[in-house]
């Protein structure tokens, strides 16, 4: 008979051990209940190579929910796709070897019924002198299975002598084989993570491995506050003496300051009058006051910079203290896994295992090592020293969204407290097989913690949750140094690196010197590479909620966000951001130096994210040429060209003029022109002087809130992100640069329109394609645009042109709509350059406000009809004419209503009016110049109102000195051109310098920007942009 309780467990066991090492196959992506279709955020499983909705995982018997960490699966039929609780799962006993175990119930059962059925049959076979067959634990010979040794019951003979009855109770006997063969079956579809699947002596061998490593933890934490105690003693041993110093200082100060006086008072004591004598008093206790806010101030700035001085010494002794305990936790770790494999190895030899040709085998190292592979224990065999990664990280996994339920779990963990790092570790990992799941669960587990803005209290104690992380409260333990010695504590390698970051404060160009920009990271050993982890970097914490009330109610409010470039960076990557001083762990083929890291492109994360690449190499910094022009491009997957939105800014990088934005009355982003055509982003820069610049670029992906779609009349606005940055020097330059005209600020070309509206424009093959679809036309006298529209919308265009009022222009071109058809007919007064901007909104939408389209760069090189066009004047210019009405004024039959006067202080408002009246021939426009030549126009709202009465409201978006300036022409005149007939100077000195302008601009007609710029490392940003005025549609 074949020892069937062996068979049960280590048997049973291995090949359930075995059956883990196959992958899952899912069939389909629709959920096993419902049958409906399962999208990655809502999917659970592969469970029995099938998958659920979250809200279907649930027991097919009573209905309640269950999670990965407690279903059941039916353990008596392979085909049962279904799972259930643990109340109502099938499945066959356990085992224990009695008359309830293993289907031996059924087996009675069956006799029972045949005996009554064939009640003369049994006569026959059994004599009256003899008893008939008890079914009891002695008739089957169980007692003497359990009472005997294992090499008895291989040997046994198959009669009882002591009973006189013979029996052959073995694995295939009274359905016995059948009930084995279903267990074992139904194993291979069961989850691999559920602990309660591994023998019984595997598991007590883990809960062993826990328990010793707890008792080393123990250990190890009181070497680690003896340290802290060290730690608390140095620094007050410090205080102690900076007061001492200070104190001594005060004393000696304030004996001078006294001495002084009693000098004064004796000189005096016959001149001095009554009147000094008791101002003298008062002037003495406030050189004593003065001398004790000198004192309070010295001592702060001492305390401070003795705490840096002590926090650097702290952490650097914290490190080494935490590398040395994590090898101690590693030689532990392997030393109870080599004890593990010999006890395997052990069990295993003890018993052949039959194969399907019925020859007889033992287990190999390999088979043992097969075991070991799949069980949730560390894996601390001793790393390789660095080298070139073997695959790049895509290969390992294609996206992290394959960790999304290891995500979800290792929040939950976050949420709850621990007092050890053993607990802390195991709840992260325990269910977890591969090195890189238990990586990515410490790293997600730092990132979700936000340990940064954690609070402690100062009586903390450190058997406490929180006091599992005072080295956080000291700031004697950083990102990279916890994430080592948890490492650690799942049996993982793992490593510190230090070296210099192109980090906060950094520009493109800047050399690093000893001692600035440095940092720290991890490189943690995993499938056979070292991989390069940077937690600080990943760990990105968003609120949505500004109600600190309403947060404090539950996670509601809270989104965890993170970057998971910084998991695992590829080397040539990481390289890019990070520079090691140990040149090995580049992990390059080829490492750089400190000085080829300096003048790599400066990119953040958001570049690898969206998989941009540069066209052609480049570096940090670009020289123009002698026009001062220089060119960056870009190329994006083509899968993201129609998602991704790019940005920039143009900056001078001097320190004095590092706040300015504009040049000579322009925005400095007038300078560059960027389009995109198919996946090529290009800015084509031409700086407006000699000199050094900061060219950064941003970029993000839009989601459906970024597209006007039949739900969504209006562009959401959307957050951009820094991608790139560039430091451009122009040391000459020759010629004049001339600003584009002034339209909507970023991008050029259709592009924009097929992205955020679906308007496709239709090209015809005459026409200069590329230049086309980069937003660039080289016209004579007149040109007409047409675009194919997906819905109705209703359109506005504009035509720009520098020094050229807008209005003036209006009269230059037709909008027509035929069908789906959108037409754009413009004929061209004069030679030149000249910008268009088309906005647009769906038709029948409650919002009144149109969005920026795009926008067409216009260059006119002749014209058959020429037509002088009113010149708008500089402010320069205007202050050479008075302010008040000009000789026209009164020849055109105007006349003042609002302001009396010409000349207008502002300083509790930023807002006012002005009223003229106007013949019902006249056409009337304005100029609004800020000084020195900065337009305005879009701060001025120009309405109609009865009795031929024009109303101009002005909002001023900051102090300054501002000209208002009318035109006026009759409607039937020949002549184009209007002369000034009015001029209006605003003076605006409010008692606060704060820009109004994103008050004023919520206002505005149409939104000119559909985004705005988040926040960059240095802080920069930039605000959308609206355009006040007030047209005509069609």
């Known amino acids: 008979m074949v020892d069937v309780e062996y068979i049960d467990t280590t048997e049973r066991g291995y090949k359930r051990l075995s059956s883990l090492l196959g992958v899952s196959q899912v069939q389909n992506q629709k959920c096993q209940r419902c049958g409906q279709t399962v999208y990655q955020q809502e999917r659970i499983g592969p469970v029995n190579d099938v998958i659920f909705h979250k809200q279907c995982f649930r027991c097919c018997t009573c209905g309640g929910y269950v999670t990965l960490k407690n279903y059941w699966t039916n353990q008596t039929s392979v085909d049962d796709k279904e799972i259930y609780c643990q109340t109502h799962a099938p499945r066959v006993g356990g085992s224990r070897l009695d008359n309830s175990a293993m289907g031996i119930q059924r087996a009675l059962s069956a006799q029972d019924n045949f005996r009554k059925a064939n009640s003369k049959m049994t006569e026959l076979r059994f004599q009256k002198e003899q008893p008939g067959p008890t079914i009891d634990h002695e008739c089957l010979g169980i007692k003497a299975a359990m009472t005997q040794s294992r090499q008895q019951h291989q040997t046994r003979p198959s009669s009882d002598q002591t009973s006189g009855h013979k029996f052959t109770i073995d694995e295939n006997s009274f359905h016995i084989r059948g009930a084995l063969d279903a267990q074992l079956l139904q194993r291979k579809n069961e989850r691999k993570l559920e602990k309660h699947h591994f023998p019984p002596h595997i598991v007590q061998k883990r809960e062993h491995i826990f328990e010793t490593q707890k008792r080393l933890e123990e250990q190890l934490r009181q070497e680690e506050d003896e340290m802290f105690r060290e730690f608390r003693e140095e620094r007050e041993k410090e205080a102690k003496a900076i007061n001492k110093e200070i104190e001594s200082e005060w004393e000696r100060q304030l004996k001078e300051l006294t001495h002084k006086y009693e000098q004064v008072i004796d000189r005096k004591k016959k ?218 504590y799942a049996g993982l390698h793992c490593v510190e690196i230090k070296g210099h970051s192109k980090s906060v404060g950094y520009e493109p160009g800047m050399k690093i010197i000893p001692g600035t920009f440095q940092n720290t990271w991890n490189a943690v050993f995993i499938a056979g590479d070292w991989r390069l982890i940077q937690c600080n970097w990943g760990a990105r914490h968003l609120v949505l909620s500004k109600d600190k009330e309403e947060k404090s109610k539950g996670n509601d409010n809270i989104r965890y966000q993170y970057d998971d470039h910084y998991f695992m960076t590829d080397p040539d990557e990481f390289i890019l951001e990070f520079w090691p001083q140990d040149p090995n762990w580049q992990l390059l083929e080829s490492p750089i130096t400190l000085e080829q890291f300096e003048e790599l492109p400066f990119v953040r994360s958001v570049f690898f994210h969206y998989k941009m690449r540069f066209d052609g190499h480049k570096k940090a910094v670009i020289k123009t040429d002698s026009k001062g022009g220089a060119r960056i491009t870009i190329r994006v997957p083509e899968e993201n060209e129609n998602d991704l939105v790019f940005f920039y800014q143009l900056r001078f990088a001097d320190k004095e003029r590092s706040k300015e934005q504009t040049y000579k009355g322009s925005l400095l982003e007038r300078y560059v022109f960027e389009t995109m055509v198919d996946n090529t982003v290009t800015f084509s820069v031409h700086v407006p002087t000699s000199g050094l610049y900061f060219m950064e670029i941003f970029a993000n992906k839009i989601d459906n809130s970024g597209r006007v779609e039949d739900d969504n009349a209006n562009i959401a606005p959307f957050k951009l992100k820094c991608a790139c940055k560039f430091k451009i020097v122009c040391e000459s330059l020759s010629g004049t640069m001339h600003p584009l005209p002034n339209c909507a600020p970023g991008e050029w070309g259709p592009k924009k329109a097929q992205r955020h509206f679906g308007i496709v424009p239709v090209i015809s093959p005459a026409s200069e394609f590329e230049m086309e679809k980069a937003g660039m036309l080289t016209v004579e006298d007149q040109f007409e645009l047409k675009f194919q529209t997906p819905q109705p919308f209703q359109f506005v265009a504009k035509l720009r042109m520098n020094h050229v009022e807008s209005k003036v222009l209006d009269h230059y071109l037709n909008l027509s709509s035929q069908g789906s058809v959108l037409s754009v007919h413009v004929s061209l007064p004069q030679p030149g350059q000249y910008g268009l901007d088309i906005f647009a909104r769906p038709k029948g939408a409650d919002s009144a406000t149109l969005s920026h389209a795009c926008k067409y760069l216009i260059n006119c090189t002749k014209v058959s009809t020429l037509v002088d066009l009113p010149k708008s004047l500089s402010l320069s210019a205007n202050k050479r004419v008075k302010c008040g009405p000009t000789s026209g004024f009164a020849e055109m039959g105007l006349q003042v209503i609002s302001q009396k006067e010409a000349k207008i202080i502002l300083d509790k408002t930023n807002t006012t009016s002005f009223e003229v009246k106007i013949p019902t021939d006249v056409v009337l426009s304005y100029q609004f110049l800020r000084e020195p030549h900065e337009d305005n126009r879009d701060y001025v709202l120009q309405t109609s109102e009865p009795n031929g009465i024009i109303k101009f409201t002005i909002s001023l978006p900051k102090k300054g000195n501002y000209i208002l300036s009318l035109y006026a022409r009759k409607e039937n005149s020949d002549s184009r051109s209007a002369p000034n007939v009015y001029n209006c100077l605003i003076q605006y000195t409010p008692g606060s310098t704060e820009d109004l302008m994103d008050a004023d601009r919520k206002s505005a007609v149409f939104k000119r920007s559909i985004f705005k710029k988040a926040d960059s490392k240095d802080g920069s940003s930039v605000d959308k942009t609206l355009d006040k005025s007030s047209e005509k549609s069609v």
């Open 271 to 488: 001149k001095i009058k009554d009147t000094d004598k008791t101002m003298m008093p008062i002037e003495f206790e406030n050189e004593k006051k003065d001398l004790a806010e000198t004192m309070k101030s010295k001592k702060q700035n001492i305390k401070k910079t003795m705490t840096l001085r002590l926090r650097q010494k702290e952490q650097e002794q914290t490190a080494e203290l935490v590398k040395k305990q994590s090898q101690v936790m590693l030689e532990m770790l392997a030393k109870e896994q080599e004890e593990l494999k010999a006890e395997l190895a052990k069990e295993m030899a003890k018993e052949p295992v039959s194969a399907e040709n019925g020859a007889n085998i033992r287990r190999d190292k390999g088979n043992i090592d097969e075991v070991l592979e799949i069980l949730p224990l560390p894996s601390v065999a001793a790393p390789p020293p660095p080298k070139v990664p073997s695959c790049r990280k895509e290969d390992l996994f294609p996206d992290t969204s394959v960790f999304q339920s290891i995500d979800e779990q290792v929040i939950k963990v976050a949420e709850s407290e621990q007092l050890t790092y053993t607990d802390l570790v195991r709840q992260l990992t325990e269910d977890l097989l591969t090195d890189l799941e238990k990586v990515r669960a410490i790293y997600r587990w730092i990132c979700v913690k936000d340990l940064n803005v954690m609070e402690f209290a100062d009586n903390l104690d450190a058997d406490t949750p929180l006091g599992l992380l005072r080295g956080i409260k000291f700031g004697t333990e950083t990102y990279h140094v916890l994430f080592m010695r948890l490492c650690s």
